[in-house]
């Protein structure tokens, strides 16, 4: 009786340490993924208020880093996806395989949406999207270390 209790414990307690690790990756108002390719990765920044959260799974790395994000740089991405019209940018629909893509997701503000590149974006656009996935980039590049 007293194993089973004891196994009931530890699955309770495992439980409530997964769904906060959940809420990590679901509660969030900024969120940069690139995945995919032949040799294939994983890469994840979420930003929630001042909060961020950064992953990065692959070419032989496993790197995860909480760190804060600036009033400056958080203003830096919304003026960004604002200037570039974020939600006006049109995904191409012809399918693309081993393509590193990145997906974009916003949750709050004027500019919420969400787009990918897993089939390109439509050429008219891609200027746009370059500039929108470059802000994201400064922002990993600048508070993570990559050569861990």
Known sequence: MKKAIFVFLIMILAGCASSSNQKKYSDFDYSFARSGGLSPIYENLLIKGNKAHYSFEGHGKNIKKD???????????????????????????????????????VKRGSNAGSKTDASLIMEKNKDQWEKIVNTFQQVIDSKVNLES
């Open 67 to 105: 760190f804060t994000i600036t009033n400056e740089d958080l203003k830096n991405i919304e003026n960004t996806l604002t200037q570039n019209k974020f939600t006006r940018i049109q995904e191409d629909y012809r399918k693309l395989y081993d393509n590193i893509s990145v997906e974009i997701n």
